[in-house]
């Protein structure tokens, strides 16, 4: 597939537009540092009192994404899309990412803000972003540019930033992020534990890289969502989700490790006050369906493609074709497990069987990845299982009613699991 390429401006052009698109990110009383024409530009918040720390922009290591330490400060290292091809058509711009280790605040906040000093030349972006860690596990990433509000206080976050540039052009500088953590009014959570059917396609790109940096492997366990809000970082499961076939008779519990597909700003589970783009489309209607359906926003995607097909979530080959079973793209249950509350359980080896009893002579109606999160309801004796945890009679119930053995159940947060 053609990807859209943007000509490199002058120096002098870069300087003048990003002085004017920044300024937008901005909030209200932020100041922008005017500089000579051809120089960078810095953003400079006007932040408010509350602790305040510098993300660590000096290491690079296996938990970012493409991106590399210059001595001007850290930079995309290939502006180009990578990991994407004719028949993926996730991103028409070059990503990356840089992950900092989770930080403990010395006090409880609610208001996460973010001050960049960057040189940001036309059509390339940065960003800064927060996620907050809770019983029940980690938020969703959010823009701390404006100030990252969460419902109620927080003690433990981390942070990401992201660099993004047109395909070929050039790239940002990000010279420091500084964060401020402070209180401020809370707002109201976004609707937890929802469910929405959407069309899934199948992955494949077996060898290629996810957001998160993973290397595709073949019959892959995990899925694509379009919005990097639910991505979790490398290794991890802190996003999951469910998927199941329309008919509920079989489902895959998996890790949301890439982005996609079609867009990349499209947190469509979000009700309005929440999505990051295309507000006016119902909450739980992907943007491509729209589009595809409906001719919505003249039938293209956020990057000006026509949309070829509805989807709202890619499946990897192993998620598509061993966990339900699928034989060509259909739609889908998916709940956004992250949205929900109670306790959960990380499978720490897998993937893991879900049978409909506390035995392994029950029926198998699907699996759990590896580092997935799964919803606990209570547990129940029965089979004593050997596994690389423990040995254990101790079988959970899922919120879907199924059951997984609790000796591939690496660590359980976000409560205790009653007996059912």
């Given at each position: 597939m053609t990807r859209p390429r943007c000509p490199i401006p002058s120096l002098a052009l870069i300087a003048t537009l990003t002085l004017l698109l920044t300024a937008a990110l901005l909030p209200t009383g932020a100041v922008v540092a005017a500089a000579p024409t051809g120089a960078p530009i810095a953003l400079v918040a006007a932040a408010p009192g509350g602790e305040r720390w510098n993300a660590d922009l000096s290491t690079v290591d296996r938990d970012d994404v493409n991106v590399r330490r210059t001595a001007a400060g850290l930079r995309l290292r290939e502006a180009r899309p990578g990991g994407r091809g004719a028949r993926s058509p996730h991103s028409a711009v070059a990503e990356g990412m840089l992950l900092t280790a989770p930080r403990t605040l010395a006090r409880p906040a609610t208001r996460v803000q973010a001050q960049i000093s960057a040189s940001v030349p036309t059509g390339a972006t940065v960003e800064a972003q927060v996620r907050a860690w809770r019983a029940a596990g980690w938020t969703e990433w959010r823009a701390a540019t404006a100030g990252a509000v969460f419902d109620r206080p927080v003690t433990r976050v981390q942070t990401r930033v992201v660099l993004t540039a047109p395909n070929g052009g050039?790239?940002?500088?990000?010279?420091?992020?500084?964060?401020?953590?402070?209180?401020?009014?809370?707002?109201?959570?976004?609707?937890?534990?929802?469910?929405?059917?959407?069309?899934?396609?199948?992955?494949?790109?077996?060898?290629?890289?996810?957001?998160?940096?993973?290397?595709?492997?073949?019959?892959?366990?995990?899925?694509?969502?379009?919005?990097?809000?639910?991505?979790?970082?490398?290794?991890?499961?802190?996003?999951?989700?469910?998927?199941?076939?329309?008919?509920?008779?079989?489902?895959?519990y998996a890790p949301v490790w890439d982005v996609g597909p079609w867009n990349t700003r499209d947190d469509y589970w979000n009700p309005s006050s929440v999505r990051e783009n295309w507000k006016d489309l119902p909450q739980g209607r992907p943007e491509a369906q729209?589009?595809?359906?409906?001719?919505?926003?003249?039938?293209?995607?956020?990057?000006?493609?026509?949309?070829?097909?509805?989807?709202?979530?890619?499946?990897?080959?192993?998620?598509?074709?061993?966990?339900?079973?699928?034989?060509?793209?259909?739609?889908?249950?998916?709940?956004?497990?992250?949205?929900?509350?109670?306790?959960?359980?990380?499978?720490?080896?897998?993937?893991?069987?879900?049978?409909?009893?506390?035995?392994?002579?029950?029926?198998?109606?699907?699996?759990?990845?590896?580092?997935?999160?799964?919803?606990?309801?209570?547990?129940?004796?029965?089979?004593?299982?050997?596994?690389?945890?423990?040995?254990?009679?101790?079988?959970?119930?899922?919120?879907?009613?199924?059951?997984?053995?609790?000796?591939?159940?690496?660590?359980?947060y976000g409560g205790s699991v009653p007996v059912c």
């Open positions: 050039a790239t940002a500088t990000v010279r420091g992020v500084q964060f401020t953590a402070d209180a401020t009014a809370a707002v109201s959570a976004a609707t937890p534990g929802r469910t929405y059917r959407v069309y899934a396609t199948r992955i494949g790109l077996v060898g290629e890289l996810t957001a998160n940096g993973r290397t595709v492997q073949p019959r892959d366990h995990f899925v694509a969502l379009p919005s990097r809000r639910g991505l979790s970082p490398l290794n991890t499961g802190d996003y999951t989700v469910r998927v199941c076939t329309t008919s509920g008779s079989r489902c895959e729209a589009a595809y359906q409906s001719g919505y926003n003249g039938g293209r995607d956020q990057f000006g493609r026509t949309v070829l097909n509805p989807a709202g979530i890619d499946l990897a080959d192993g998620t598509f074709w061993d966990g339900l079973r699928l034989t060509t793209n259909a739609w889908v249950d998916v709940a956004y497990l992250w949205t929900g509350g109670g306790p959960r359980g990380v499978v720490g080896d897998g993937p893991l069987n879900i049978r409909t009893g506390a035995s392994t002579s029950s029926s198998i109606r699907g699996l759990a990845a590896r580092l997935a999160h799964v919803p606990i309801q209570c547990y129940v004796v029965g089979q004593s299982v050997a596994g690389p945890y423990r040995t254990t009679t101790r079988w959970n119930r899922l919120a879907s009613g199924q059951y997984v053995s609790h000796a591939y159940i690496s660590t359980v």
